[in-house]
């Protein structure tokens, strides 16, 4: 259920999230005292990147959302059909409800694939603008050790601390899919939560103060009847 979905996805993910985060600062840390020129150069794909996870994570949320309908109206089908299984033999309704569940089933389907379309556009988009920085790195920082400004050990050791920040953010990226199904979830829990009850005081209504005592029947008259008691 949701309640299930919104624990599942905050207590494994969120603390691998935190270690991802920690490496992330390690290398960044690192990478501003090997060359900050070029620890700027490579954070120039933040921006796209930052749009892209933006863009996508709005459709990711609409579509986790209508997801977790589908799927609830799924298991809310097969909890009526299981319970009504006698009247459906009853009445020949099988092929009826039989259409009625691929129908259900179809739309989970269309649903998923499409999530894992965006997904998988997502992953493709961010390792695209890693490798497009890597290798801006790799010319200007070739052209700094061709000039002498900058040694070839000290380059391949920027790569290593460049791959240390990039690996993170692909594997954030990767689970970000995740977490927008549990922020989905956590909004259907909210709406139920948030829901006012059916039954409200009336306004002006007595206050009842606390009551201590017993109840008791007295010259209690009991008469059987054709209406009942």
Do not use: C
Not at 144 to 165: D, H, I, P, Q, S
């Amino acid at each position: 259920g949701d309640v299930g979905a919104v624990a599942g996805g905050f207590m494994g993910p969120l603390t691998r999230l935190a270690g991802e985060l920690t490496q992330l600062g390690w290398a960044l840390y690192f990478l501003l005292r090997f060359d900050a020129r070029l620890t700027g150069l490579a954070l120039l794909v933040a921006p796209p990147l930052g749009y892209a996870v933006y863009l996508f994570g709005n459709r990711m949320r609409v579509l986790a959302g209508r997801y977790r309908v589908a799927q609830s109206r799924l298991w809310s089908f097969l909890a009526e059909n299981i319970a009504g299984i006698r009247e459906i033999k009853t009445f020949t309704r099988e092929a009826h409800e039989l259409a009625r569940f691929q129908g259900h089933t179809r739309e989970i389907n269309r649903l998923g694939l499409n999530d894992a379309l965006l997904n998988a556009t997502l992953t493709f988009l961010t390792g695209l603008l890693f490798s497009l920085g890597e290798t801006v790195i790799l010319l200007l920082g070739g052209l700094a050790v061709y000039g002498g400004e900058m040694t070839a050990g000290k380059l391949t050791a920027f790569l290593m601390y460049l791959r240390l920040l990039y690996n993170p953010v692909i594997t954030i990226s990767r689970r970000y899919d995740q977490i927008q199904r549990t922020l989905a979830a956590a909004v259907r829990v909210f709406e139920v939560m948030d829901r006012p009850p059916g039954i409200r005081e009336r306004p002006g209504a007595i206050v009842l103060p606390p009551l201590a005592g017993h109840l008791a029947f007295r010259s209690e008259e009991r008469r059987v009847g054709s209406g009942g008691w």
